[in-house]
């Protein structure tokens, strides 16, 4: 990866309506060149980005029309979803180059195939210390398979409830959803959704999750600020709504999805839902893997 890298903004826009990317854009590009010298002291030297003993991080890897996100520090490491089936191999390689042999945690935010079928493979060919997954079922064959997997490797398999958290060194995370109990029958709103602290940075990871599980998500939590969100359903018009964008302010937004893909995503409402606030948008269908690191202080932005 090049060294030419910019950040997500350190100080976050004025919401004033109607201000769109110009400004936010010229501040990030003006602090180009010297969060790059900072950046390359904290990664000196390792063309894989290994981690330093503070930092995390984040990559958004393009897996077209599905997710699959990777969270690691120097010891440890997370994964939410894996794509569709067929991109499990992409999944796998990629933590192969990263030089990453155990998971942690694996988190499957709910049972679509889009975000579980790729899993199957990294549960077959990677150690993982426990899975999280909503409690809900769905009658697919993406499903089954991935059950299978679970119980042949005799893996723990753990259905995490609001407000839960979790460590692994010094990635910690806690779960802003589903809410305990969950019955309907949408299971984008049963989608996992965990909050990334570290220092005084954030991350929201949305999985699929939509109105009602966002509504559910302001009700119970206080603070839900991020400086990064990774918007729901991949920029579906019945996620990412005006009062989860009021509540999350974040100050960059991941869309992972799939280029030209048949649903029409990101809708055009999301986007003018961000534009309107300011928010830079990164698009996996435009960039590719969308790879941050964060030292508990600032949010970087790699360029491949």
């Known amino acids: 990866m090049a060294r030419h890298d910019y950040t997500v903004e350190e100080h976050r826009p004025a919401r004033h309506h109607g201000r769109k990317l110009g400004y936010a854009f010229a501040v ?5 060149l010297a969060f790059a010298l900072i950046y390359t002291f904290i990664f000196a030297g390792n063309s894989a980005l290994a981690p330093g003993g503070n930092e995390i991080i984040v990559a958004f890897l393009d897996v077209g029309q599905g997710d699959s996100i990777l969270i690691r520090s120097r010891h440890n490491a997370v994964l939410i979803d894996g794509g569709e089936t067929n991109r499990g191999d992409t999944v796998l390689g990629y933590l192969r180059r990263m030089g990453i042999t155990r998971l942690d945690y694996v988190i499957a935010t709910h049972p ?4 579980i079928g790729g899993l199957v493979t990294i549960l077959n060919r990677v150690e993982v210390g426990r899975v999280l997954m909503p409690d809900v079922v769905h009658t697919t064959t993406a499903f089954e398979n991935f059950l299978s997997v679970i119980e042949n490797n005799r893996i723990a398999a753990h259905a995490p409830t609001q407000g839960e958290r979790f460590t692994a060194g ?3 995370f806690t779960v802003l959803a589903p809410v ?3 019955a309907g029958s949408n299971l984008n709103d049963a989608s996992i959704v965990i909050r990334l602290e570290h220092g005084t940075t954030s991350f ?3 999985g699929d999750a939509e109105g009602a599980s966002e509504r559910a998500m302001i009700a119970a939590f206080e603070c839900l600020r991020a400086d990064v969100i990774k918007i729901g359903h991949h ?3 019945t996620s990412t709504t005006e009062a989860f964008l009021d509540a999350v302010q974040p100050t960059a937004a991941v869309i992972s999805v799939g280029g030209n893909n048949r649903f029409g995503h990101p809708h055009p409402d ?7 606030r300011g928010i830079q948008i990164l698009r996996t269908d435009k960039m590719g893997s969308i790879v941050m690191a964060t030292d508990g ?4 932005v790699l360029l491949d």
């Open 112 to 115: 679509h195939s889009d975000h």
């Open 28 to 32: 990030t590009m003006a602090l180009i």
């Open 235 to 237: 920029g579906s018009r």
């Open 297 to 300: 202080e600032r949010v970087v």
């Open 180 to 182: 305990s109990g969950f």
């Open 204 to 206: 929201v990871f949305t």
């Open 170 to 172: 010094i990635i910690d």
């Open 270 to 276: 999301v986007i003018a839902r961000l534009n309107y």
